[in-house]
């Protein structure tokens, strides 16, 4: 009685998790348990360039965009758990040994020496100018990312470099983007802000609303409706939602072309 009490709550204020959702047929879901995302599955070419923007520990979307599609796929994070875990993968790849990430259900990366040696990884976070801020640890020895909007409580930080992403797109040559994806503890909705405002070409938007996690108060909730509302008044639309908001936004040209796919499908 008291889960749907809280469901329809949710509706009514308009946070509900499956809300505005206009699926599409055929989505795939790329990467680990925990960490992976659903993406259109006749979508990304060897010519799709694919910003992944937060590493951390689990890189396995970011590996699968490369093994499965042959995508161009670039990784942002200035953090060291995220360079150490980068550079683990590419030793473990050149001596062709597996590596499993997760115990409970387990990953183990697929990508070759070849592969891992074609992701461009950026050792620059994207936030909205380019300057230093402070990455601040959690309070929690098993959570191994840092964040510049969580955690500030914690005293303890670490100084790295960040860009706009207009900047990073213009340093790399990258006139459009055909899929971003962010877990960047918090920062999200300042990137996403960044992206609405310099109306820049990126067609498919991926993004996991940490403060379902960790909650820096109760009015996260709202947070993340305004955030989700600003990409569809951009013109995005929501595709799929996981119950702990991990969220694919597909741009409306992008998703009339995919729908009209499915009708002729039939």
């Given at each position: 009685?008291?889960?749907?009490?809280t469901?329809?709550?949710?509706?009514?204020i308009?946070i509900h998790?499956?809300q505005?959702v206009?699926p599409?047929?055929?989505?795939t879901?790329?990467?680990?348990?925990?960490?992976g995302?659903?993406?259109p599955?006749?979508?990304?070419?060897?010519?799709?360039?694919c910003?992944?923007?937060?590493?951390g520990?689990d890189?396995?979307f970011?590996?699968?965009?490369?093994?499965?599609?042959?995508?161009r796929?670039?990784?942002?994070d200035?953090?060291?758990?995220g360079?150490?875990h980068?550079?683990?993968l590419?030793e473990?790849?050149?001596?062709?040994?597996?590596?499993?990430?997760h115990t409970?259900?387990?990953f183990?990366y697929?990508v070759?020496?070849?592969?891992?040696?074609?992701?461009?990884?950026?050792e620059v976070?994207?936030w909205?100018?380019?300057t230093?801020?402070?990455?601040?640890?959690?309070?929690?020895?098993?959570?191994?990312?840092?964040?510049?909007?969580l955690f500030?409580?914690?005293?303890k930080?670490?100084?790295?470099?960040?860009?706009?992403?207009?900047?990073?797109?213009?340093?790399?040559?990258?006139?459009?983007v055909?899929?971003v994806?962010?877990?960047i503890?918090g920062?999200e909705?300042?990137?996403?802000d960044?992206?609405?405002d310099?109306?820049?070409?990126?067609?498919v938007?991926?993004?996991?609303?940490d403060?379902?996690?960790?909650t820096?108060d109760?009015?996260?909730h709202?947070?993340?409706?305004?955030?989700?509302d600003?990409?569809?008044?951009a013109?995005?639309?929501?595709?799929?939602?996981?119950?702990?908001?991990?969220?694919?936004f597909v741009r409306?040209?992008?998703?009339?072309?995919?729908?009209?796919?499915?009708?002729?499908?039939?």
């Amino acid at each position: 009685m008291l889960k749907t009490i809280t469901s329809v709550t949710k509706k009514i204020i308009g946070i509900h998790p499956q809300q505005g959702v206009q699926p599409l047929r055929n989505l795939t879901h790329v990467g680990s348990t925990f960490h992976g995302y659903h993406v259109p599955e006749n979508f990304l070419t060897p010519d799709s360039v694919c910003y992944c923007i937060g590493a951390g520990e689990d890189i396995s979307f970011d590996t699968e965009l490369k093994y499965r599609f042959d995508s161009r796929v670039y990784i942002f994070d200035p953090m060291p758990e995220g360079i150490h875990h980068f550079e683990k993968l590419k030793e473990y790849a050149s001596r062709n040994q597996p590596f499993s990430i997760h115990t409970s259900i387990p990953f183990t990366y697929r990508v070759n020496k070849e592969q891992v040696d074609a992701i461009t990884f950026v050792e620059v976070g994207v936030w909205d100018a380019k300057t230093k801020l402070k990455f601040f640890a959690p309070d929690r020895d098993d959570y191994p990312s840092h964040s510049v909007y969580l955690f500030q409580d914690t005293g303890k930080y670490i100084e790295a470099p960040v860009d706009r992403l207009s900047n990073l797109m213009k340093q790399l040559g990258h006139q459009s983007v055909d899929l971003v994806k962010m877990e960047i503890e918090g920062a999200e909705y300042t990137v996403i802000d960044t992206i609405v405002d310099d109306k820049l070409d990126v067609k498919v938007i991926l993004v996991e609303f940490d403060e379902v996690f960790n909650t820096k108060d109760k009015l996260f909730h709202f947070r993340i409706k305004k955030s989700c509302d600003k990409l569809k008044k951009a013109g995005y639309v929501l595709v799929h939602s996981t119950e702990n908001l991990k969220r694919t936004f597909v741009r409306r040209d992008v998703y009339e072309t995919l729908k009209a796919q499915e009708l002729g499908l039939n």
